[in-house]
């Protein structure tokens, strides 16, 4: 199943106000099926995964990851980066 472009877009801009730093990353777009309590048993989560190596002061770099879920309707459930 392929996820909407929109949704791409929406999870670019979230990531580029929370992490500036991470503007220009790509995402990897993968699927889970999530539990709910909507009548049909299970919901599907789009995971999308940015990862870029951003500068550090004193002229290293670091990789960063930040990741995006969002539900079936594109609404951003969770954004989680790591160090």
């Known amino acids: 199943r392929r996820v909407d472009a929109k949704y791409v877009a929406r999870a670019k ?3 580029r106000r929370e992490f500036p730093e991470m503007a220009g990353a790509e995402p990897t777009v993968s699927t889970r ?3 709910s309590k909507s009548p049909s048993g299970a919901d599907t989560r789009y995971i999308m995964t940015f990862k870029k190596r951003v500068p550090l002061p004193g002229g290293k770099s670091m990789a960063r ?3 995006v879920t ?3 309707a594109g609404k951003i459930v969770k954004l ?3 160090k």
């Open 70 to 72: 969002m539900d079936q």
């Open 80 to 82: 989680t980066s790591s």
């Open 13 to 15: 801009r979230a990531v």
């Open 33 to 35: 099926k999530g539990h």
């Open 65 to 67: 990851t930040v990741r």
